[in-house]
């Protein structure tokens, strides 16, 4: 069962960010009865604004935990996914913790 903080790839055929042609990386945000609300990850560098987005920093010390390959940022995009789409995917890629997950929360504006 998905849990706030877990980290999921979504495939492009559940979710694509803009015109993007590949899958994505999401953080769990929360769940109800809709489904589950994820905030979606990007790592093209190119498109990255301080102001507006939220850097994973691979060279932040909770980074590792993310399971991810290298710095990547939140983009304040966060649809509702049915339920099955994330449960058929496994176990999470990995995991928002300690002072990465508290930053991560104060820029989303709430505990997830």
Known sequence: MPKPGDIYHLPAEVYRLGRSQHGHFCIVIGMDKKGVQVNLLSSSMDLYDASEHFMLDENHEDFDATKLDHST????????????QLEGKGSPRGVLQGDLRKRFEEWWGESI
Request: avoid cysteine.
């Open 73 to 84: 940022y939140a983009v304040r995009v966060s649809p509702i996914i049915p339920l099955y």
